[in-house]
């Protein structure tokens, strides 16, 4: 597609419940990234994936979180036993790879609320 | 243990004049620097970039500066706009890794 495209743009779930996120990056674009952003904070690393490489997972904030990524393409972020400190908006991003110096194209995010 | 700061959360600018914002970070592994401009409800975009090895760019309105030795980076406007009202953030790359470090962001709003 033409841009990055993220779904739900918005998603509502009672604590405790599970939630899955999705990313559909630029077709061609071999990295994919995970963000987060709460409220009044800046951008938080959460996963990165290079190619075929293993994922950079360092960002992660507990092992309730995890990501996968189908080849170069979809990729779905899932919280397990979602908390109340686990709102945010999600953001999703791709790039060609290969230290482009164009950055990231981001797309406009998944806004997760727990209550 | 906060690698980049933004230690303005906000910024207010009569339209016409000059927005600066800066960034500090601590670490000397970084050899891209970038400013991400946003908007609510949208995603982050690409404004521009520069590398380490120079201490200038320039495009349009918009100039960033690194200073390698004091480890700070500004992004310069001028003249300022009302569109360009959003919040802007530097994100910070480090040598062989496509992973950026974003700042905590600087909120600007340009009036009339």
């Given at each position: 597609g033409a841009g990055v495209s993220q779904s739900p743009s918005n998603k509502v779930t009672e604590k405790g419940k599970d939630v899955e996120l999705r990313c559909d990056p630029i077709s061609g674009h071999t990295a994919l990234y995970w963000y987060r952003q709460r409220l009044g904070q800046g951008l938080e690393f959460l996963i990165y994936f290079q190619g075929?490489?293993?994922?950079?997972?360092?960002?992660?904030?507990?092992?309730?979180f995890s990501a996968e990524r189908t080849g170069e393409s979809v990729s779905t972020l899932t919280i397990q036993r979602?908390?109340?400190?686990?709102s945010a908006v999600y953001l999703c991003a791709s790039s060609a790879g290969?230290?482009?110096?164009?950055g990231y194209t981001f797309g406009s995010g998944t806004r997760l609320t727990v209550v | 243990d906060q690698q980049v700061k933004q230690n303005s959360p906000s910024l207010s600018v009569q339209e016409g004049r000059i927005s600066i914002l800066n960034c500090d970070y601590t670490?000397?592994?970084?050899d891209y620097f970038l400013w991400y401009k946003k908007y609510p409800a949208e995603g982050p975009t690409f404004l521009i970039s520069i590398s380490s090895i120079k201490d200038k760019n320039e495009d349009g309105r918009f100039t960033v500066f690194l200073n390698k030795s004091a480890k700070h980076l500004s992004l310069h406007i001028v003249?300022?706009?009302?569109?360009?009202s959003a919040v802007y953030f530097c994100a910070l790359r480090s040598y062989n890794t496509d992973k950026l470090i974003f700042g905590t962001g600087t909120r600007l709003q340009v009036f009339p």
């Amino acid at each position: 597609g033409a841009g990055v495209s993220q779904s739900p743009s918005n998603k509502v779930t009672e604590k405790g419940k599970d939630v899955e996120l999705r990313c559909d990056p630029i077709s061609g674009h071999t990295a994919l990234y995970w963000y987060r952003q709460r409220l009044g904070q800046g951008l938080e690393f959460l996963i990165y994936f290079q190619g075929n490489s293993a994922p950079d997972k360092s960002g992660l904030p507990s092992d309730r979180f995890s990501a996968e990524r189908t080849g170069e393409s979809v990729s779905t972020l899932t919280i397990q036993r979602t908390q109340q400190e686990d709102s945010a908006v999600y953001l999703c991003a791709s790039s060609a790879g290969s230290m482009s110096s164009y950055g990231y194209t981001f797309g406009s995010g998944t806004r997760l609320t727990v209550v | 243990d906060q690698q980049v700061k933004q230690n303005s959360p906000s910024l207010s600018v009569q339209e016409g004049r000059i927005s600066i914002l800066n960034c500090d970070y601590t670490n000397s592994m970084f050899d891209y620097f970038l400013w991400y401009k946003k908007y609510p409800a949208e995603g982050p975009t690409f404004l521009i970039s520069i590398s380490s090895i120079k201490d200038k760019n320039e495009d349009g309105r918009f100039t960033v500066f690194l200073n390698k030795s004091a480890k700070h980076l500004s992004l310069h406007i001028v003249p300022s706009q009302p569109g360009d009202s959003a919040v802007y953030f530097c994100a910070l790359r480090s040598y062989n890794t496509d992973k950026l470090i974003f700042g905590t962001g600087t909120r600007l709003q340009v009036f009339p």
